[in-house]
Nanobody
C-alpha cells in the first residue's frame, strides 16, 4: 500500500513557474514507477509525465515537452514536477500516481489505468 500526498499547487500568472511535489509513504518507493496526470473541469484525466523507478526513463505529453520536467528523490520518497512557462490551459487538478514494478524494471506507463495508487490532487490555476 502506498499513500501519496501532492503539494505545491497554487495560482500563478501565465509564463510563471510552479514545482509540484508528491510525497509517498512506505519503504519501497524505489520500486514504483510514478506518473503525473491532470484533470480540468469537464475533461478526462490526462497523462502529463512519468518517471521510472530509478529516474533513468521519463516520458512527457506533447503539450508539456520542453516546459515541464519530472524528477524524483528516492531517499526522500518524493517525486517532483517542475512546471515552467505555464499557460492558462495548464489549469487543472494535478494528480500523482504510483505503479509497482519491482526492483529490476524501469518501465514507464502513460495509461492512467495502469496505475494502482493515486493522490488526492493539487489545484494549479494559471491566470492570463
Amino acid at each position: 500500500q502506498v499513500h501519496l500526498v501532492e503539494s505545491g499547487g497554487g495560482l500563478v500568472q501565465a509564463g510563471g513557474s510552479l514545482r509540484l511535489s508528491c510525497a509517498a509513504s512506505g519503504r519501497t518507493f524505489s520500486t514504483y514507477t510514478m506518473g503525473w496526470f491532470r484533470q480540468a473541469p469537464g475533461k478526462e484525466r490526462e497523462f502529463v509525465s512519468a518517471i521510472s523507478r530509478t529516474g533513468i526513463n521519463t516520458a512527457y505529453a506533447d503539450f508539456v515537452k520542453g516546459r515541464f520536467t519530472g524528477s524524483r528523490d528516492n531517499a526522500k520518497n518524493t517525486v517532483y514536477l517542475q512546471m515552467t512557462s505555464l499557460k492558462p490551459e495548464d489549469t487543472a487538478v494535478y494528480y500523482c500516481a504510483a505503479k509497482g514494478v519491482g526492483w529490476y524494471s524501469n518501465v514507464i506507463y502513460e495509461n492512467k489505468d495502469e496505475y494502482d495508487y493515486w493522490g488526492q490532487g493539487t489545484q494549479v490555476t494559471v491566470s492570463s
